[in-house]
């Protein structure tokens, strides 16, 4: 990784400086009075590109929704006879279905509606392709020598929730219309801090005793600053939280830790190409649940962001949310944590 001089900016939400160009989040210190008071950190969520699929070829450096889909025309010199698309051809199916658990998960859930489409000869389950997804990750993961993810059903909520509002409201980014960021939705069920699992618990620590420490600043202003004892165990309480502040800075360098879960997007199609005749299409060459399943984490793998997110060793689990729209195009998010 090159060197970074850090161009910060300030946001709001998560109450941090953040650097523009390497996501790294910055632990400031800062004189209050006569103390020193050390800013709550709050570590964003991992900047990561945006992956757009178009007959299985990615584009890294375009956030806008692009389509380049093969379309090969029949040739004009042949006699050609003029086709009517049937509907099997460029209509898809849907069903509804229900996984029964067998067991309540954490919402006192027991069922979990699927969906299922027919397109062409080909059926799609939607829970078996997000599985298909899961399992390829980790393969991948395998051949770098890391650990598998463990499969979160609750991130896989916020996934294709996700997922399914791109298809339904028709655009491709990891924000939604109204600026909620996959760590706003994270943090809707309880995902604030996600990465090293002893790292976590250092955060969770470092935040208790900052709270207790602003507790303190606060008694020793309404002394008027007069309170040598209360000095004095604000002194101790800092010698406490800088050297764990150092560490958690070194750990968000490092990218053990991370303010939210994170997030890959990608955008397929349920066919690889379309066959016109007459400038009329006639039939698609659809893709398999299998090669949707390939293709999808073969673009993230050859996609840098996309990829150090999927190999980051300190991630343990993952949930995969997938989303069909209306005209075919298949939306897929991938969210660690």
Known sequence: MGYCKHSYRYSKSRKVHICRECGYQNYNYTKLLNTLKIGLPCVSVVVIGI??????????????????????????????????????????????????????????????????????????????????????????????????????????????????????????????????????????????????????????????????????????????????????RIQQMYSKLKPMSDQLNSASEQKMIFGGISENIALNNLYDSIWYTNNIPTSYDWNTQEELAESIVDGWMNSKGHRENILTPYYSSEGIGVAVSNDNRVYATQNFC
């Open 51 to 232: 992956l757009v699929f178009s007959n299985f070829s990615n584009n890294n450096s375009s956030t806008e929704l692009i389509e380049t889909i093969n379309k090969p025309q029949m040739e004009e010199s042949k006699p050609v006879e003029k086709l009517t698309p049937t509907k099997t051809d460029n209509t898809i199916v849907r069903s509804m279905t229900l996984d029964i658990l067998e067991e309540p998960d954490k919402y006192g859930r027991t069922t979990i509606p699927d969906e299922q489409i027919q397109y062409g000869d080909n059926f799609l389950v939607i829970s078996e392709l997000e599985m298909q997804i899961h399992y390829h990750v980790n393969e991948e993961r395998k051949n770098y020598g890391l650990n598998p993810l463990l499969y979160d059903y609750t991130l896989a909520v916020i996934a294709r929730s996700h997922s399914k509002d791109m298809a339904d409201r028709n655009y491709f980014e990891h924000d939604t219309p109204e600026g909620i960021e996959p760590a706003d939705r994270g943090y809707q069920y309880g995902y604030f801090h996600c990465g090293d699992i002893d790292t976590i618990k250092l955060r969770q620590e470092y935040d208790r005793l900052s709270q207790e420490y602003d507790t303190l600043v606060k008694q020793f202003e309404s002394t008027g600053n007069t309170n040598e004892a209360l000095y004095n």
